[in-house]
């Protein structure tokens, strides 16, 4: 029988940056129907090679076959036209245009949809793939889980022969990753090729029937990931064993902590998510976290506890035992709180600033300033100190920020916000799209945090994380939040359930049950916005 032709083949894909070698002679062949891993850490060369497959970027050496055929990509538009398409990790989307207006300038000038036409196929596609969508919103009030939904649609829409998809179930809970698997098989079945980016190791085992390993910019390995451990795929990607958190106890229980009290707030926008009675309780020397899926009230709560959103009434939210409801964010900066925002492209850093420049924006207090003056060595002492404890790859404190890897910037700014000895630290979505060698780290330098006394709250849709860290999880949806409860009662199954609201149905039959874990019988305050 004769062997299919391959639907891509690289060879020999080198590209090369003033101080890396991104990627070195890189080879790759991915067949009709296949579902193909490429795995490594973050700075391994996998998203410069995306973006060489899909006309971003122009290799400096080496040849690309599509069908057999030798091509050069010269740009995005010429790779969709020959039907590969890619859902980014970072995203590629225009803020102040609606879904659909961002969907249409996907398809391009051929496509006949346009009004309601398009409004019913993103309402249908998203459907169909659970990744539900309102058309007519706009990007800029839209979480990260949410317009990496949109990414997804987009491209289901394009109607790709290749699709690469970068960390596409971070916005699902296990059940509905589990609907979209089925529909990858499904595709993948109809013929389409798919390359599958991914840190979950689990999640590559199960899906995936071939993959390509990269370490520093070279093929370190070519398996059936069916046939592997976690173990095994970890060591082919870091060279060494699979890092777990260490847990020891905690030295003692701190006072300070974050705490909130019958806390309503309407949404900013009329696509947004209205708290509704929130009640939460962090101590000092705990780790609490939050699991929801994207879209849930998230955006709205993290905005009201980080001081981003202010309340009239200053006992709603406390701060390491201050009433902070009407405190801004420099303010509850000042009572030590840390907050690790989830865009840590935009809100964690700005892309253009050097790491220095960045470590000052939120750490100015660490004697970086002297008399309203910068302290330029001490920012750059600060940014190196980070860079050395949090093992950041970057040639030095003046690298700029959009030149790391999203895992290298996302343990920058969790370094800069630990290194402020903070009471009480707000992380949201810590190791999205992070390797697990930097997941593990990170994870570890939050339990390290907890076991000091401070007080962590940890937002994240990472349901296998928040068991590992955390002391109690509670569970965020249509803006309501559950009694949080022991993570060793926990399993990823229930918390699953829970992300579809079940916990709210179930309180509506108990009129009397109490989202938050309070004791108090009283009725849940209404807080407006100012």
Request: charge should be neutral; aromatic fraction near 4%.
């Amino acid at each position: 029988m004769q062997a299919p032709v391959p639907r891509l083949e690289l060879s020999e894909i080198t590209k090369t940056y003033p101080s890396v070698v991104a990627n070195d002679a890189i080879d790759l062949t991915v067949l009709p129907g296949e579902i193909h891993a490429v795995l490594g850490e973050n700075g391994a060369g996998k998203s410069t090679l995306m973006k060489i497959i899909c006309g971003i970027v122009k290799p400096d050496a080496g040849s690309i076959c599509w069908n057999g055929s030798v091509v050069k990509i010269a740009n995005p538009a010429q790779a969709r036209a020959l039907g590969i398409g890619m859902v980014f990790q970072h995203f590629s989307l225009f803020e102040t245009l609606t879904v659909a207006e961002n969907i249409k300038l996907a398809l391009g000038p051929r496509s006949n949809k346009a009004g309601v036409e398009l409004d019913g196929c993103v309402r249908e596609v998203s459907r169909r793939y659970g990744l539900p969508l309102d058309p007519r919103r706009h990007i800029h009030t839209m979480s990260a889980g949410e317009r990496q939904r949109v990414e997804i649609v987009r491209c289901l829409l394009q109607e790709p022969t290749l699709l690469i998809l970068d960390e596409p179930t971070s916005v699902l809970t296990p059940r509905a990753a589990a609907k979209f698997f089925d529909t990858l098989r499904r595709l993948a079945a109809e013929g389409c090729s798919i390359l599958y980016i991914s840190h979950k190791l689990d999640e590559i085992r199960t899906l995936c029937t071939s993959a390509t390993v990269l370490r520093a910019g070279r093929v370190t390995g070519l398996c059936d990931p069916r046939q592997e451990t976690s173990s095994s795929l970890a060591k082919m990607m870091i060279g060494g064993d699979l890092p777990h958190p260490h847990h020891r106890a905690a030295t003692y229980r701190g006072e300070g902590g974050i705490s909130v009290r019958g806390l309503s707030l309407a949404a900013e926008d009329r696509f947004g998510t209205d708290l509704i009675g929130i009640e939460l309780s962090v101590r000092g020397g705990e780790i609490v976290g939050i699991a929801g899926v994207s879209g849930n009230g998230q955006n709205e709560l993290l905005a009201a506890l980080s001081g981003e959103r202010t309340v009239t009434d200053a006992g709603a939210i406390v701060v390491n035992g201050t009433p902070a409801g009407r405190l801004d964010a420099g303010e509850r900066r000042a009572l030590g709180l840390a907050f690790v925002p989830e865009d840590r492209l935009g809100r964690g850093a700005v892309p253009e600033m050097s790491l220095a420049d960045n470590a000052l924006l939120t750490a100015w207090r660490q004697e970086l300033t002297h008399r309203g003056l910068v302290r330029a060595g001490a920012i750059g002492a600060y940014a190196s100190a980070i860079i050395a404890r949090f093992n950041v790859k970057a040639p030095g404190p003046e690298a700029i920020a959009r030149s790391l890897s999203g895992g290298n910037l996302q343990k920058f700014i969790v370094g800069r916000e630990m290194l402020q000895g903070p009471r009480a630290m707000i992380a949201a979505q810590p190791t999205w799209g992070v390797d697990v060698g930097a997941s593990a780290q990170i994870r570890q330098a939050l339990i390290d945090l907890r076991d000091e006394g401070v007080a962590v709250l940890v937002v994240s849709e990472e349901l296998d994380e928040l068991l590992e860290i955390c002391d109690r999880i509670a569970v965020i949806a249509r803006g309501r939040l559950s009694a949080a409860r022991p993570a060793r009662e926990s399993d990823a199954e229930t918390i699953g359930q829970m992300m579809s609201g079940s916990f709210i149905d179930e309180d509506s039959a108990h009129p009397g049950a109490r989202a938050g874990g309070f004791a108090d019988p009283a009725a849940p305050r209404t807080i407006d916005a100012p």
